[in-house]
């Protein structure tokens, strides 16, 4: 039975407005194991299963409802409390002799897709396909149930509607596209959340390329209470699977970034932009100060022997006179050009008082100047607001940097594609004592190459490398066995607890 959109005032009373599906929430539709996020809009079309159809009639519903594509729309279907085994037919003994051969069903595809055209609803579609198969009845009971359930999954346009979760994004970024996060299953995220510690009110570092998974599913275990500091490539985080959690403000103002190639310059990067009014330089030019670690096309110890090389200081002597020199080279054009403009004034009416020839020519040439100079001053504002974005960017990055510098850091957490032993090694000074941290990655030579640094390095304890495993099991009456296909790998974790040196040699 399907039942119009109209039936969203018969929503509970104890249900809250974030239980409530609304424009422009990020909503997970799940047909099986096809999982998918889309944004809530009205009017707007979305293509999935190879339907197209609008997502306004979810509007107004509780999540977990369960819709059906109708003519274009989504229309709510009152799901059936009656067990599913009721409705199946007597079967037979055993399978041994059914052969799965193409004329075991009477009905084509061309006769299906006709159906399909015709408005045909998908349950009919799968009564007559029973009716026109000449194995059905022969089937166990078991056997007949795994059938139709095949069947509703092709033919059934069936979607439920979730909010979505670390489990769920998980879920479908490793089964779309495993290798963009680094094929962490979520059993492997639950044991980084875990092990991690991760609870409200804590100041969790992420070192995160995993399409900012990670991240979102730290955020969520905090709840809003506390800071997530998200170490990332390049000069803008790319989170789009955090992005994915539509997450309200009031928890994203408790999220810091900072750029991974300025981390060994924490305490040394005391820039601190002004936002209201840039700096002015010797000549009274605008200018913005950059950071020492915003310039990191080299390395900080590289930038450390440049700026300790006597050439350089030599160097500096000679820029010193050469803009000397320039700005006395700049005073005598200005003077020319007063002048010549003295001139132009003093002839104007000696050219005006002759005819010049091709005069409408030049005013048309005027007239399609004017849309270069409003091309050019949209460019400028373009640039003023990315001036201005970049100093907004610089003033995060120093927020985070002073929330890092109290090191009363509570976790550290590294799951990305690059080499762990570097990164931990510079973040582990910034944690608190007695702090576990938890190192993620795809393939053991590297967790076992930064279990051995920890090692030597010392001032840590409880070591722990271990391998994530995951079985998976179907459990159904009489039929509870472990899923067939399932993951080789979950990747590999090593986790420590952090501990206070004593500075007294031993």
């Given amino acids: 039975m399907a039942s119009d959109t109209s039936a969203a005032g018969s929503i509970p009373d104890n249900l809250s407005t974030q239980h409530i599906i609304k424009e422009g929430d990020q909503v997970i539709l799940k047909k099986g194991k096809n999982i998918k996020v889309f944004q809530i809009k009205k009017r707007r079309q979305v293509w999935l299963e190879k339907a197209k159809f609008t997502l306004d009639g979810t ?156 991240v979102g599913a730290v955020m969520e275990r905090l709840g809003g209470f506390g800071k997530v500091i998200h170490f990332h490539q390049g000069i803008t985080p790319v989170r789009p699977a955090m992005d994915s959690f539509d997450f309200p403000a009031e928890i994203l103002n408790n999220l810091y970034s900072y750029p991974l190639d300025r981390v060994n310059s924490i305490e040394s990067d005391q820039t601190k932009p002004d936002i209201s009014s840039g700096t002015k330089s010797s000549n009274g030019a605008a200018c913005v100060e950059k950071s020492p670690g915003e310039i990191s096309s080299q390395s900080f110890t590289e930038k450390l022997e440049d700026v300790s090389t006597p050439s350089q200081e030599t160097g500096e002597d000679t820029s010193a006179q050469g803009d000397t020199a320039k700005s006395v080279d700049m005073s005598t054009p200005s003077q020319e050009t007063t002048s010549n403009v003295e001139n132009t004034e003093d002839g104007a009416d000696d050219i005006n008082s002759q005819e010049i020839p091709g005069c409408s020519e030049n005013m048309e040439i005027e007239e399609e100047d004017k849309p270069v100079k409003t091309d050019m001053e949209q460019r400028k504002r373009k640039g003023i607001d990315r001036e201005t974005n970049r100093q907004l960017r610089e003033q995060k990055i120093q927020e985070a940097r002073d929330v890092i510098l109290e090191k ?63 079985r998976e099991y179907q459990v159904m009456e009489m039929r509870t066995h472990p899923v067939i296909s399932m993951s080789g790998g979950g990747g590999y974790l090593l986790t420590a607890t952090t501990v206070a040196k004593s500075d007294t040699p031993k």
């Fill in 59 to 214: 509007i107004g519903h509780p999540y977990g409802t369960t819709f059906e594509v109708k003519n274009g729309k989504m229309i709510k279907v009152e799901k059936s409390i009656l067990p599913e085994k009721e409705a199946l037919a007597e079967g037979g003994k055993d399978n041994r002799d059914l052969l799965d051969q193409d004329s075991n069903q009477k009905l084509t595809r061309d006769d299906i897709e006709k159906m399909k055209k015709d408005g045909i609803k998908g349950k009919e579609i799968i009564d007559q396909l029973i009716e026109n198969s000449s194995t059905f009845q022969s089937k166990t009971v078991f056997a007949q149930a795994k059938w139709i359930k095949k069947k509703k999954i092709k033919h059934l346009l069936e979607f439920t509607i979730l909010k979505p979760s670390a489990r769920l994004l998980c879920e479908m970024h490793h089964t779309k596209n495993p290798s963009r996060i680094c094929f962490m299953r979520v059993d492997s995220l639950a044991q980084i959340l875990s092990r991690g510690n991760v609870r409200a009110h804590s100041t969790v570092a992420v070192v995160d390329t995993c399409m900012g998974l990670v």
């Fill in 408 to 470: 009363n850091i509570d976790c550290l957490i590294v799951a990305c594609k690059f080499h762990p032993t570097p990164i931990v090694l510079a973040l582990l000074k910034y944690v608190a004592p007695s702090r576990p941290i938890v190192v993620f990655g795809q393939y053991k030579e590297p967790i076992l190459d930064c279990y051995e640094y920890l090692r030597k390095d010392g001032g840590m304890v409880n070591y722990r490398v271990s391998e994530a495993w995951l």
